[in-house]
């Protein structure tokens, strides 16, 4: 059984930087389509894009794209989110999800989150 | 993008009752529609997938159908442990998008 593991809590300051991991263990990783989801604080879910499985090719929301980087290490079977420019509005828990049965399938593991708060 | 919407975005019930949550797609979908559940302080959980098939583990009571561009969600009758909210989210096409969510608490 697939088990995720994400890295802990930042704080950050508006305009810089913030890069989450989420370490799996079990399973054949380099098989997985690998998705993350934020969730500001009160509000819904929201797709920031992910990669898919073997090519690990990127895809990203386009109110991400020029400020996102999905990557996945398929020897330490660790994905990575990072976020640039980071504002107040930013601020959210971040869930790295994978889907064992491909990138359209739905994502029946998640991590179990990290909240990043930006504030100055 | 493709839009998601969902009604109603909260409604109460009592144990036992029958609820159902519905989701709209803005086009074609297809069948690639899944369902979630959250708790307050929670990863979400998937519960349905291919608009109709249950996850491993995710009891009977829990149900979808899929009518076109529309899909429900429908618990059959309502137990204590599923007061959460509920995603729907489309993985036709990226960006795949959520529904905005529906609350389903105590009457």
């Known amino acids: 059984q697939v088990h995720l593991v994400q890295s802990g809590a930042e704080v950050k300051k508006p305009g810089s930087s913030v890069k989450v991991s989420c370490k799996a263990s079990?399973?054949?990783?380099?098989?997985?389509?690998i998705t993350w989801v934020r969730q500001a604080p009160g509000q819904g879910l929201e797709w920031m894009g992910g990669?898919?499985?073997?090519?690990?090719?990127?895809h990203s929301a386009q109110q991400f794209q020029d400020r996102v980087t999905f990557s996945a290490d398929d020897f330490t079977t660790t994905a990575y989110m990072e976020l640039n420019s980071l504002t107040a509005d930013d601020t959210a828990i971040y869930y790295c999800?994978?889907?064992?049965?491909?990138?359209?399938?739905?994502?029946?593991?998640w991590g179990q989150g990290t909240t990043v708060t930006v504030s100055s | 993008d493709i839009q998601m919407t969902q009604s109603p975005s909260s409604l109460s019930g009592s144990v036992g009752e029958r609820v159902t949550i519905t989701c709209r797609a803005s086009q074609n979908i297809r069948n690639d529609l899944n369902w979630y559940q959250q708790k307050p302080g929670e990863a979400p959980k998937l519960l349905i997938y291919?608009?109709?098939t249950l996850h491993s583990g995710v009891p009977s009571r829990f149900s979808g159908r899929e009518s076109g561009t529309d899909f429900t969600l429908t618990i059959s009758s309502l137990q204590p442990e599923d007061f959460a909210s509920y995603f729907c989210q489309q993985t036709y096409s990226v960006p795949f998008t959520f529904g905005p969510g529906t609350k389903v608490d105590i009457k």
């Open positions: 999800a994978i889907q064992t049965s491909g990138w359209f399938s739905g994502m029946d593991v």
């Open positions: 291919g608009a109709s």
């Open positions: 079990g399973g054949a990783f380099n098989n997985y389509a």
């Open positions: 990669v898919v499985p073997i090519f690990r090719t990127p």
